[in-house]
């Protein structure tokens, strides 16, 4: 059962989307091109943060993560879709990523290989940040269905949280820093620190 703070940022982040006619846009074509893919990572995070911030995110020349989980994929799934995609909207940059197969090519930072994931939300728990492992998909109904293993607190209270699940906090400090979070977003809250620290 989900607690009421849970289920208001739920509601939140449906609404925004159902609002943002770029994102529906995205989605609408997502879905007839694979059903059961879902945007996520970066274009739902920094979306969010931007509208938290009072800043419009462009989609234009964004890179647009996209995720499904199908073990029958032979490998040539993520290709296909990609193509439909470019498209459909040359103007941004896709990432496709079938994640029932991400153990094919993924290595750890020592090296070693990872198992296979059992589902979609598995493997969105295992990425760097907690307000990054969200995903959204429109169903049949049109209606938006949302993956977040770690809920969706992190996303609306601006908390910029490791997950050491997969990687270390050092390639966590790196990330943030690349992708410059804190001076792009200044209300964010730097919730984890190394351990020992």
Not at 23 to 37: G, S, Y
Not at 100 to 115: P, Q
Request: glycine residues 4%; contains cysteine.
């Amino acid at each position: 059962m989900q607690s009421s703070t849970s289920a208001l940022y739920h509601a939140e982040l449906q609404a925004f989307i159902q609002v943002h006619a770029e994102l529906m846009r995205i989605l609408h074509v997502l879905r007839d091109v694979e059903p059961q893919a879902f945007i996520a990572a970066g274009v739902i995070r920094n979306s969010i943060w931007a509208h938290l911030h009072g800043q419009a995110y462009l989609m234009h020349q964004t890179e647009i993560d996209v995720v499904y989980f199908d073990v029958q994929d032979d490998g040539t799934g993520e290709q296909k879709i990609r193509e439909q995609l470019e498209a459909r909207f040359p103007q941004m940059v896709w990432d496709v990523v079938n994640q029932a197969r991400v153990h094919h090519w993924y290595r750890l930072e020592h090296g070693g290989c990872i198992a296979p994931y059992c589902s979609l939300t598995e493997a969105l728990a295992a990425w760097p940040e907690t307000a990054t492992a969200v995903a959204v998909q429109l169903d049949a109904q049109g209606q938006c269905q949302i993956v977040a293993p770690f809920g969706l607190q992190d996303l609306f209270e601006l908390n910029l949280r490791w997950n050491p699940a997969m990687v270390s906090y050092a390639v966590f400090q790196q990330r943030f820093e690349s992708k410059a979070f804190l001076s792009t977003w200044p209300k964010l809250k730097m919730i984890s620190a190394e351990p020992g620290i």
